[in-house]
């Protein structure tokens, strides 16, 4: 018996009696009528349905309280959904709100926990000072409780719970997980659905506000354009870059490892943040590490954590990012950079969701959506012996491909202004114009550092514009002056030659039967082609990007 609590006989109370095979037949006919109608309705107001499924279900096993709670709703917050006996007095409500009081201290990561007796089922750990009091204000004598999991992930629990102590037989059990189960599938659909709703009207609106080239002057003061952000900090309308978002849109709502590709400056992080906060995640943490920013003899450390006395300096336990993304997402930039022998280890915890600190043989288990990024060549890297293919197949089963940004030069003069909205006020400058001389200036540069770039080069004109006119801090910026390609030119049929012979070969570039064999050239000579040609392979599939030769 636990201290503090009285004991079952003082309460005068005795296991009540219940017809089950009665009990089991209405929780059978509901479940049959749940999986109907939710399947059958276009898009409902779910609340009155799932308030009227838990008062017909306590009502079967004569429960004094139902309560279903759908994590991680919007902005973070979580849906409750609660019905309690309008027979009861307040003296004898089972509980204040919900159980969350006593579930929280509970092992619900090894399934349904079932009481059939309070205090005596609960485990010993769970009887803190506030639990005690909590026993003491309420009646609650009996509970069932059980965790709802989608893809491995625990995304609600259902509770019933009753004034007197009472056996939850094995079969009811069975029936409460499935329907929390049918419960928890509608839910999560009707949420999914709200998202991508949001998200369309979002990209509607930025399609209809937006406007190509030099746009009207207006901002909040009466000056300058309108921004076209679309995805908070991702701006821009080009057909390149909503291809990208697009992407981002499907895969955000999903547990599936992304992998981003794109030059140095396109925006990867705010592309991994974007997808981020699309997904179920978004209330927990998005922790980065930049592989190639930290030598290779730390990177582990920072990766898995260690501890006390792993190595000189490790003075104490201290977590790896992988820990503090714990039911978040880790994004990991400049994958390609990555050591050998810490990309083993890294698949390890993509495959197993395990890891071990450094220093330690002690398994951690977490649960982390990966988002990877890089502007190398993997499958270079993978023929090169530099990067593992098993990884590399781990890693991009969403690939997205972040297009530079003299792909999409109709960008750029919303760019601008986004850029000098962003410095102006750390300049102490106030830019009302720029002008079309200017503009045509920044759309023909070639920008190899991309977006960063044009950052830089806006802020230096910032700082040396002394007028509310933007003026360039540099006279003669390196122009994009290639002219328009013949297609009937000698490097224009080499290139489709190439292009399609790559294709056949599905672009294997080594080995017997491939395209270099093909072309009766080198493969090595055959990358040299390639690259003076313009011939770039798009997230390992048959599409290519063409540069000018």
Known sequence: MHPGVPPEHELGFSMPTLNFDDSYQRIDALVAELSSDLCAMGNPDLAPIIETALARVA??????????????DKNGDAKTYRWVNSGLTPAVEPSDGDMSWLWDRLPLDQGTVVLNRIPGDLPSAT??????EMLRRVPLQAAVIVPVTMAGERVGVFALEAHE??????PLVTRLRLLAEILAGALYRHRQEVALRDMHSELTRVATDGTVGQPEPRDDDGHGPPLLATFSDIVGESTSLRAALKRVQEVGPTKSTALLL??????????????????????????????????????????????????????ATRQGRFELAHRGTLFLDEIGDLPLDLQTKLLRVL?????????????????????????RDLHRMITDGMFREDLYYRLSVFPIRLPPLRERREDIPALVWSIIRKRERATHRTIRRVSDAVMEQLQRRNWPGNVRELENVIERALIHTTGDTLTLLEENLEVDTAPPEDATSLSAVERTHIQQVLRACNWRINGVGNAAERLGLHPNTLRFRMKKLGIVREDGRAGVRVASA
């Open 59 to 72: 009502e079967a096993v004569a429960a004094d309280a139902a309560t279903f709670v759908l994590e991680g």
């Open 127 to 132: 009887l803190t000072p506030d639990v005690l």
């Open 165 to 170: 102590p009472t056996t939850w037989p094995s």
């Open 262 to 315: 794109g030059e140095t400056g396109t925006g990867k992080e705010l592309f991994a943040r974007a997808i981020h906060a699309r997904s179920l995640r978004r209330a927990n943490a998005f922790v980065v590490i930049n592989c190639a920013a930290l030598p290779p003899s730390l990177i582990e450390s920072e990766l898995f954590g260690h501890t006390r006395g792993a190595f000189t300096g490790a003075v």
């Open 351 to 375: 495959q197993e969701g395990t890891f071990e600190r450094l220093g330690s043989s002690q398994e951690q288990k977490v649960d982390v959506r990966v988002i990877a990024a890089t502007h």
